[in-house]
């Protein structure tokens, strides 16, 4: 009996279930994103999505967006050096996951605590040297803010 030589299970799924190729490429091409496109790139971007060739890529900011939309074809030309199947370059707008797949969480707000009498006649008494009504009223705020958030 003549052995076959060893497959990878990867070429064994997408033989038995073609739409798996382009998600198995997808994940290969998020896993090596960083190194493709280079550190700085790879913090403001992540690929999101991969069909049919079109790699889809989400940047987290306009003025990212824009200096990558520039770039696109060196990006493009990067992304298929590694990988052949991909043939186009679709930038959008987003929010970028966190690494297990999720958005990144936002720290919790701290809890503001209720200023005293004491920090009240400290506040009205640093607002009492300006002599802007508006501008006293907007650093009594600011005051308040700061006060209460320590």
């Known amino acids: 009996m003549r052995r076959a030589s060893p497959r990878a299970v990867a070429d064994l799924l997408v033989a038995a279930v073609p739409a798996l190729g382009d998600r198995l490429a997808e994940e290969r091409i998020r896993r090596a994103w960083s190194a ?32 990558l939309t520039l770039r696109r ?20 707008l987003g929010r970028l996951e966190a690494a297990g797949g999720e958005p990144p969480s936002r720290e919790p707000r701290r ?22 009504p508006e501008l006293a009223e907007a650093a009594r705020r600011l005051m308040t803010k700061a006060w209460r958030a320590r």
């Open 36 to 67: 493709v496109v280079g550190p700085e790139i790879g913090r403001r971007s992540q690929p999101r999505a991969f069909v049919d060739g079109c790699l889809t890529v989400t940047v987290d900011n306009s003025p990212w967006l824009h200096e």
């Open 111 to 132: 809890a503001l605590t209720r200023l005293d009498a004491a920090d009240r006649r400290a506040i009205d008494e640093a607002v009492r040297a300006i002599g802007d």
């Open 73 to 92: 074809d060196e990006l493009l030309a990067r992304v298929r050096e590694r990988f052949d199947g991909v043939r186009a370059l679709r930038l959008e």
